[in-house]
């Protein structure tokens, strides 16, 4: 893909042009193109001087970042403890069977990402999904086919 040079450029100045900040870089471009481009990854390697190997090793380390395109909605289910006991894994299978996706993964039409996390810090509100940051307490699988539907929508 093409990458916007002068908007990398800003945003490894904005991070002082620190090697050390390579984290918090690639944090700010994935919030520019919802993911990481693996050219984004070599353009900052090379500006930074960093081995590429190196800088690869970072991207893939970190479940927060993704080298593939994200979809348009980003769905993350809970199966922390809580919301493990109370059905997470169901919901999660839900949102699967539905979005016919894998979890870690984008629907072919880009419209939806599923990803899972270990505890969203609502546990109270279990089993619990967040979509595009709003959050889904005490769900089910009929609830879950609620939720995909608003969002198809243009929620
Ligand atoms: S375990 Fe799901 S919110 Fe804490």
């Known amino acids: 893909m093409d990458i916007d040079k002068k908007k990398l450029d800003t ?14 870089i690639y944090q700010d471009i994935q919030s520019e193109y919802r993911y ?3 050219e984004a990854v070599q353009y900052v390697c090379g500006r930074l001087d960093i081995p590429l190997v190196k800088g690869f ?8 970042l ?6 348009k909605h980003s769905v993350c289910v809970c199966l922390g403890t809580a919301c ?12 699967e ?15 939806f990402s599923v990803d899972t996390v270990n505890c969203l ?15 889904f307490g005490k769900t ?12 198809k929508h243009g929620a």
């Open 66 to 71: 993704s080298l593939k395109p994200k979809g």
């Open 84 to 95: 493990h006991l109370k059905g997470g894994p169901a919901i999660l299978e839900t949102f």
């Open 140 to 151: 089910s699988p009929p609830t879950v086919k609620k939720i995909i539907k608003e969002f």
């Open 121 to 135: 810090g609502a546990c109270a509100l279990a089993p619990l999904v967040r979509v595009d940051g709003k959050d």
């Open 36 to 38: 990481l481009p693996k």
């Open 97 to 111: 069977r539905e979005l016919k996706v894998k979890r870690d993964d984008t629907t072919e039409d880009g419209m």
């Open 11 to 24: 945003i490894i100045k904005k991070n002082g042009g620190e090697r050390n900040r390579i984290l918090a």
């Open 57 to 64: 090793e970072v991207a893939t380390f970190y479940k927060a």
